[in-house]
Structures are given as C-alpha cells and as structure tokens.
C-alpha cells in the first residue's frame, strides 16, 4: 500500500489547487482523476464554452458592422475550424495541468478511486492511504426520466457536434441553457428555448431573467414559457419535441438537454464508508469542507456550494492552508461571490438578490435603477438596452448587492465586487468620478 499526507479524488480546478497548495506546503500528495485533467471547467464548460462565446460575439458585431461603415459581403464561418481551435486549446490546457502537477511534486494517478475505509482508496486494484482525503469529482450532467430521452444531447455532448445543425431545441432555465442558446443563435442556428415555468436564471434578481427573455426573443430565439417536455421521437434525420401541455415542437436537427448538473459522486461507496449524502448525491459539508467522517472533505460541484470554478479553487486553497499551513481558522467566505452569465448580452451579479433583501431587511432596503442605451448602439438600428440594479440597506445605504445585464456586464462586475465585499455605500459609488462614455458609469451615477 503507498502512503501519502493527502490524496484528491479528481482532477478539476477544485482537485488541482488544493493538491498543489498542500504539495507547495511539503505535503506528501497524490491525486486520482480517471478523465482528462481539467475537470468540468477546462473541458466541457467555461473553457470551451467563452471560446464559442467570443466566436458567437464576433458574429454578433459582423452584423452590425454596416452601421460602422464597414461591409461584411461574403463573411463565412467554419463550424469545424472553430471546433478544432478550441480542441486543440483545450489539450494545450491539459498539458499545462500535467506539468504544474509534476512541477509541484504531485503524483498523478489516472484511474477511478473507491474508498475501501476512511483512510484507504482502490484505484483500480491498487491501494493508496492518507490521514486526509479530499473529494473533489464534480458534476455531471442531469438527464430527465421521458421516453425518447436518449434522442438529445447533453452539455458534454454539444462540444463533440461535428457540425453545426440548422434546428436546435434546448431545454433548460439556468446557465447552460441560456448560454448555449444565446451561442446557437448568434451563429445563426435556429434555436428554440424551452422552459417548465415562466422564468429564466431564478437564483438570480428578477431582473435579470425578465430582461434577458426580452433580449432572447429580440435576438430571434423563440423563447417558450410553461413548455416542459413530455417526450423526444425520432422523424427521420430530427427530432420531435412532444410538450406536457399535449402539443408538438416542429421537428429540430438537434435537441439539447441543458436542466443542471448533479454531484459525481456514484461508485465511491461513501455510504460504505459513513459519508454522509444527499438524495442525489451531494457531501454535505461544515463551512470547514469536513464531511460526516473525520479526515475526508468535499469542495466544489460535489457539495453545491456556488458551483463556480473560482470557488473550488479557493475552498481547495483553504483547506490545504488550512491542513498542511498551520491555519486553523482558514476557511472560504461563501457570502458576496460574484458571477457571470455568458448570454447575449452577459449578466453580471453579485451579492442579495431584490427579494432576498427585503425578505431579510424588509422596509430597509433601497433599490436604485437604471435602464439606457449603451453607446455602442448609439449608431445602429439595432438598440440592445442594458439594465443595472444596485440593492441598498439601512441609513447608511450600505450595498448589499448589484447585478447588471448588458454589454460589458463581464469585465466590470469583478471591480464592483470587490467594492461590494469591502462593504462600500451608495454615498462611495457616488462620490467616485465616473469614466465616461462607458457602461460601467451608470453604477455610480445612479438617483
């Protein structure tokens, strides 16, 4: 049996940081991934999928370019050179993830791990033992229990289309639904969105979803409220969408099932061992990452905790801080974790939501808007409007939260969080000078 002060199940950015944070430390660390390394992120989600944004961007501003004087007569796009860029980005990212591991003195160990007891995995038919053993296997895809299910495609699967079809049905509200949807038809697919309820993002403000079903539809995506599906038939070289509701889709080339994620947790016999789960597998986890069994921990996808790449990384960092650093105290802060969704337009968001905030302050909060025209459009006939929102407390109309949706809403969102987290006022958004003409000025111009 080989020994080691820490052993990582998985790969991803979770995994990844704190196996090296603990090795940089002098730990004596071994991590066990059976896929690519890179997890979720680097390949089959943000990585892959801000490649095919920017791809989508780039459409977008080809067809306003007539309004900037410039003539796009002839412009193609080549499905798979983009696809194979990407690939080929993504295997370089793999590498680099190899080499930092072997940089860091991290043994890798490709296969898939089961825990034989607390402190012991099998790999494959070979042990491996450590006092600290941290689960960080992330997600997988959801399928849905209709006839006809194995028809579609997951967001795993999108990244393997050989080619770009001219149809597609997405099903789905959240991130994955709405961005990939948002991709589709910027690169001149016809898309259709298909929705259970009437909503879009509803862990986010209001606002948000509101305004981007508006921007969707304008954008020529046929958005579909209260539209669950109830089946998927193969119609000759397509797909016919059966609704709850009784009625049928138009048969689309390709259907994508894009309705969240679940923790990748099957096969490791937790329950063997006393690790305590969920229904569908999610660890439950102390604010510490300490599982139900002392020396095992979770981070990332696998304990639903914001399921962000930068909040694995961080939770891994501080746990290895934490383990192997003489920091006891050392934890991750999971209030005022900022996000953004890349739809067309991006949203940006961090901090309580409207409602949120009155149901915890009630008559104390003071919400600030504003709802313009970003210069960019100012030329074209095409306006896309953005919308931002910043959500006050108390006298002191201290910032509790801020959440935009437009052009740009990317980039700025990560400055304004940090003003946020530091706990910044309406009165210090107002007293700084704005950078004009820009979006970003709107947040401190507000009245």
Same mark, same amino acid.
């Given at each position: 049996?080989?020994?080691y002060?820490?052993?990582?199940?998985?790969?991803?950015?979770?995994?990844?940081?704190?196996?090296?944070?603990?090795?940089?430390?002098?730990?004596?660390?071994?991590?066990?991934?059976q896929?690519? !390394?890179?997890?979720?992120?680097?390949?089959?989600?943000?990585?892959?999928?801000?490649?095919?944004?920017?791809?989508?961007?780039?459409?977008?501003?080809?067809?306003?370019a007539?309004?900037?004087?410039?003539?796009?007569?002839?412009?193609?796009?080549?499905?798979?050179?983009?696809?194979?860029?990407?690939e080929?980005?993504?295997?370089?990212?793999?590498?680099?993830?190899e080499?930092?591991?072997?940089?860091?003195?991290?043994?890798?160990?490709?296969?898939?791990?089961?825990?034989?007891?607390?402190?012991?995995?099998?790999?494959?038919?070979?042990?491996?033992?450590?006092?600290?053993?941290?689960?960080?296997?992330?997600?997988?895809?959801?399928?849905?229990?209709?006839?006809?299910?194995?028809?579609?495609?997951?967001?795993?699967?999108?990244?393997?289309?050989?080619?770009?079809?001219?149809s597609?049905?997405?099903?789905?509200s959240?991130?994955?639904?709405?961005?990939?949807?948002?991709?589709?038809?910027?690169?001149?697919?016809?898309?259709?969105?298909?929705?259970?309820?009437?909503?879009?993002?509803?862990?986010?403000?209001?606002?948000?979803?509101?305004? !981007?079903?508006?921007?969707?539809?304008?954008?020529?995506?046929?958005?579909?409220?209260?539209?669950?599906?109830?089946?998927?038939?193969?119609?000759?070289?397509?797909?016919?969408?059966? !609704?709850?509701?009784?009625?049928?889709?138009?048969?689309?080339?390709?259907?994508?099932?894009?309705?969240?994620?679940?923790?990748?947790?099957?096969?490791?016999? !937790?329950?063997?061992?006393?690790?305590?789960?969920?229904?569908?597998?999610?660890?439950?986890?102390?604010?510490?990452?300490?599982?139900?069994?002392?020396?095992?921990?979770?981070?990332?996808?696998?304990?639903?905790?914001?399921?962000?790449?930068?909040?694995?990384?961080?939770?891994?960092?501080?746990?290895?801080?934490?383990?192997?650093?003489?920091?006891?105290?050392?934890?991750?802060?999971?209030?005022?974790?900022?996000?953004?969704?890349?739809?067309?337009?991006?949203?940006?968001?961090?901090?309580?939501s409207?409602?949120?905030?009155?149901?915890?302050?009630?008559d104390?909060?003071?919400?600030?808007?504003?709802?313009?025209?970003?210069?960019?459009?100012?030329?074209?006939?095409n306006?896309?409007?953005?919308?931002?929102?910043?959500?006050?407390?108390?006298?002191?109309?201290?910032?509790?939260?801020?959440?935009?949706?437009?052009?740009?809403?990317?980039?700025?969102?990560?400055?304004?969080?940090?003003?946020?987290?530091?706990?910044?006022?309406?009165?210090?958004?107002?007293?700084?000078?704005?950078?004009h003409?820009?979006?970003?000025?709107?947040?401190?111009?507000?009245?």
């Amino acid at each position: 049996m080989k020994q080691y002060d820490l052993l990582v199940l998985g790969g991803g950015s979770g995994g990844m940081a704190c196996a090296r944070r603990a090795a940089q430390y002098g730990a004596r660390v071994a991590l066990i991934e059976q896929a690519r !390394l890179g997890g979720t992120c680097v390949n089959v989600g943000c990585v892959p999928k801000k490649v095919m944004w920017h791809a989508a961007e780039f459409a977008d501003q080809a067809a306003d370019a007539g309004g900037y004087g410039f003539s796009m007569t002839g412009l193609a796009h080549d499905w798979a050179t983009l696809c194979a860029n990407r690939e080929t980005f993504i295997k370089r990212l793999n590498g680099i993830y190899e080499r930092n591991l072997d940089k860091d003195g991290v043994a890798y160990i490709a296969g898939h791990a089961k825990f034989v007891d607390a402190t012991t995995l099998d790999v494959d038919g070979t042990h491996y033992s450590a006092p600290h053993i941290v689960i960080a296997t992330g997600g997988q895809s959801r399928w849905p229990d209709v006839p006809g299910a194995e028809l579609g495609s997951d967001s795993d699967d999108f990244f393997e289309w050989p080619d770009k079809p001219a149809s597609v049905a997405v099903s789905g509200s959240g991130y994955i639904a709405t961005e990939l949807a948002g991709v589709l038809n910027s690169l001149g697919v016809q898309t259709t969105l298909l929705l259970r309820k009437a909503h879009v993002l509803r862990e986010f403000d209001s606002m948000l979803g509101e305004r !981007l079903i508006e921007h969707m539809r304008a954008a020529g995506i046929d958005v579909r409220i209260y539209s669950g599906v109830r089946a998927l038939q193969s119609v000759g070289d397509g797909v016919q969408v059966q !609704l709850e509701d009784g009625s049928e889709l138009a048969p689309v080339e390709r259907f994508l099932w894009a309705i969240g994620r679940t923790p990748n947790t099957g096969g490791l016999n !937790l329950a063997q061992i006393g690790v305590e789960t969920e229904y569908d597998g999610t660890i439950a986890v102390d604010a510490y990452q300490n599982t139900s069994v002392a020396g095992i921990y979770a981070l990332g996808d696998v304990t639903r905790q914001a399921e962000l790449t930068p909040v694995a990384i961080a939770a891994g960092r501080r746990l290895s801080d934490r383990l192997f650093n003489n920091q006891p105290e050392r934890k991750l802060d999971y209030h005022n974790i900022p996000s953004v969704v890349f739809t067309h337009p991006p949203i940006g968001t961090v901090g309580l939501s409207e409602k949120e905030a009155r149901a915890q302050h009630g008559d104390a909060v003071r919400i600030y808007t504003s709802d313009f025209v970003p210069l960019y459009y100012g030329v074209l006939e095409n306006k896309v409007r953005a919308a931002m929102k910043l959500v006050c407390v108390g006298a002191e109309e201290k910032i509790i939260g801020a959440h935009v949706i437009g052009a740009g809403a990317d980039e700025m969102l990560q400055g304004f969080a940090v003003a946020v987290r530091m706990g910044a006022t309406k009165e210090d958004f107002d007293d700084t000078v704005a950078i004009h003409p820009t979006t970003a000025e709107e947040f401190v111009t507000m009245t």
